[in-house]
């Protein structure tokens, strides 16, 4: 990928976005970007373009500013992450092969031998995709990715090793339905344990406010 590229700085910029290094709140200035990035104006002003794009820019009277999330976003993220994610449950359930719950069940497993939280979420994350890979709709896979950059800015914070291993277990329910064909439990599992995240999450939002 060419350094100078409008891509290269949109990647580079949504990396220290979600992991918390650019704040929210903080004004993004072109030629300030372009300094620090070390390339011409032009590929920043796309990158930045291409970010508000995402929803984790808006428009501020000198440039752009990094979105500050509120409580009422977050439930809308999750509400349209609950819809989705619990139809993928429900068609993996359907359509998994016996490769997708091989894998799903690794997943799992590692998850719940792992004793490091950052490792944990990895796990996690790695595990949603292996979930969505098994129900074979790449409209609600792309959808759903767009979800998880929302929901990125939320975890700056170091993740808690007792959360990570109660979703741990929440997600080898989830593959028991998915193993069994049981179309309805896998999704009521799938929503049972977003609806806890989200909560969690709130709960997060509200002590650090």
Same mark, same amino acid.
């Given at each position: 990928?060419?350094?100078?590229?409008?891509?290269?700085?949109?990647?580079?910029?949504?990396?220290?976005?979600?992991?918390?290094?650019?704040?929210?709140?903080?004004?993004?200035?072109? =030629?300030?970007?372009?300094?620090?990035?070390?390339?011409?104006?032009?590929?920043?002003?796309?990158?930045?373009?291409?970010?508000?794009?995402?929803?984790?820019?808006?428009?501020?009277?000198?440039?752009?500013?990094?979105? =500050?999330?509120?409580?009422?976003?977050? $439930?809308?993220?999750?509400?349209?992450?609950?819809?989705?994610?619990? =139809?993928?449950?429900?068609?993996?359930?359907?359509?998994?092969?016996?490769?997708?719950?091989?894998?799903?069940?690794?997943?799992?497993?590692?998850?719940?031998?792992?004793?490091?939280?950052?490792?944990?979420?990895?796990?996690?994350?790695?595990?949603?995709?292996?979930?969505?890979?098994?129900?074979?709709?790449?409209?609600?896979?792309?959808?759903?990715?767009?979800?998880? =950059? $929302?929901?990125?800015?939320?975890?700056?914070?170091?993740?808690?090793?007792?959360?990570?291993?109660?979703?741990?277990?929440?997600?080898?329910?989830?593959?028991?339905?998915?193993?069994?064909?049981?179309?309805?439990?896998?999704?009521?599992?799938?929503?049972?344990?977003?609806?806890?995240?989200?909560?969690?999450?709130?709960?997060?939002?509200?002590?650090?406010?």
């Amino acid at each position: 990928m060419n350094r100078d590229s409008a891509s290269t700085q949109y990647e580079r910029l949504r990396g220290e976005i979600v992991a918390g290094r650019i704040a929210p709140g903080t004004v993004l200035l072109e =030629t300030v970007l372009a300094e620090r990035l070390g390339v011409s104006r032009t590929p920043v002003r796309e990158a930045l373009a291409m970010l508000e794009r995402d929803a984790l820019l808006e428009r501020d009277r000198r440039g752009y500013r990094v979105r =500050t999330r509120s409580p009422e976003e977050l $439930l809308e993220i999750y509400e349209a992450r609950i819809a989705l994610e619990s =139809t993928c449950a429900a068609a993996a359930a359907n359509r998994r092969s016996a490769f997708d719950l091989a894998r799903l069940r690794h997943l799992t497993g590692e998850a719940a031998a792992a004793g490091d939280p950052v490792r944990l979420r990895e796990l996690h994350a790695a595990w949603h995709r292996a979930l969505r890979a098994a129900a074979g709709n790449a409209t609600i896979i792309d959808l759903l990715e767009r979800l998880d =950059t $929302l929901l990125a800015v939320y975890d700056a914070d170091e993740p808690t090793l007792a959360g990570q291993e109660v979703a741990a277990g929440e997600h080898g329910r989830i593959v028991d339905a998915i193993e069994a064909g049981d179309a309805e439990e896998a999704r009521r599992a799938l929503v049972a344990h977003l609806d806890r995240s989200r909560e969690a999450r709130l709960a997060e939002l509200a002590a650090g406010s």
